[in-house]
């Protein structure tokens, strides 16, 4: 009977995981299209650049893992504000390496809440890559210090599509999607939106 439950679990757990992938899909390639028409102001190779970003997580999948079930959670479960401040170098005109840190305030607590409203403090490497006028891929390993309040690692990788908005010579509006993935403590899938800008510095 428990055996059955487990699989029924694991089962329902892949069918919602993949339903944040077609999420995050629909979500990518919608905002690929969006950004057909207008394109950011072309970098070129020994630029150094700044970022601000907000963000925060709509969506995450935990998969079931050391006998805890799969689940859902959303933005209705638990509503955080993340800042993502950081700089990169354009060491060609389209890639660029670069490091964020990422600060995350706990604005509405979850039904358990967390031991303080800082809730996550991460490092962010990155590797971008303007692959096409307004649109950059970005590969961003992912080293949390801090995680659910308390100084706890973490560690994952996020996949990233932005979109540059040339506002005034050197500085643009960015948006983009994330999808965070984490293989510990606990693995993890998520959606999140972002929205800033970018300067030469």
Same mark, same amino acid.
Do not use: C
């Given at each position: 009977?428990?055996? !059955? *439950?487990?699989? *029924?679990?694991?089962?329902?757990?892949?069918?919602? $995981?993949?339903?944040?992938?077609?999420? *995050?899909?629909?979500?990518?390639?919608?905002?690929?299209?969006? $950004?057909?028409?207008?394109?950011?102001? /072309?970098?070129?190779?020994?630029?150094?650049?700044?970022?601000?970003?907000?963000?925060?997580?709509? /969506?995450?999948?935990?998969?079931?893992?050391?006998?805890?079930? $799969?689940?859902?959670?959303?933005?209705?479960?638990?509503?955080?504000? !993340?800042?993502?401040?950081? /700089?990169?170098?354009?060491?060609?005109?389209?890639?660029?390496?670069?490091?964020?840190? =990422?600060?995350?305030?706990?604005?509405?607590?979850?039904?358990?809440?967390? &031991?303080?409203?800082? =809730?996550?403090?991460?490092?962010?490497?990155?590797?971008?890559?303007?692959?096409?006028? &307004?649109?950059?891929?970005?590969?961003?390993?992912?080293?949390?210090?801090?995680?659910?309040?308390?100084? =706890?690692?973490?560690?994952?990788? =996020?996949?990233?599509?932005?979109?540059?908005?040339?506002?005034?010579?050197?500085?643009?509006?960015?948006?983009?999607?994330?999808?965070?993935?984490?293989?510990?403590?606990?693995?993890?899938?998520?959606?999140?939106?972002? *929205?800033?800008?970018?300067?030469?510095?």
């Amino acid at each position: 009977m428990e055996r !059955s *439950a487990v699989v *029924a679990g694991s089962r329902r757990g892949a069918g919602q $995981a993949r339903r944040v992938g077609r999420v *995050a899909a629909g979500a990518l390639a919608l905002l690929g299209l969006v $950004a057909l028409p207008r394109g950011a102001e /072309a970098a070129e190779q020994g630029d150094v650049t700044g970022t601000f970003m907000l963000g925060t997580n709509l /969506a995450t999948h935990l998969f079931a893992q050391d006998g805890k079930p $799969a689940h859902d959670t959303t933005i209705s479960d638990t509503f955080g504000l !993340s800042q993502f401040v950081g /700089a990169g170098v354009f060491v060609t005109d389209r890639l660029r390496l670069g490091l964020n840190f =990422q600060f995350t305030e706990t604005i509405v607590q979850p039904r358990k809440p967390y &031991p303080s409203s800082f =809730q996550i403090f991460g490092l962010l490497p990155q590797i971008n890559y303007n692959f096409w006028g &307004p649109l950059t891929a970005s590969v961003v390993p992912t080293i949390l210090l801090r995680k659910d309040g308390v100084n =706890q690692e973490a560690y994952g990788v =996020q996949g990233v599509l932005g979109w540059g908005i040339p506002i005034t010579k050197g500085i643009n509006a960015v948006v983009a999607v994330e999808v965070p993935y984490f293989w510990n403590p606990r693995r993890t899938i998520g959606v999140t939106p972002l *929205a800033g800008v970018s300067g030469k510095l």
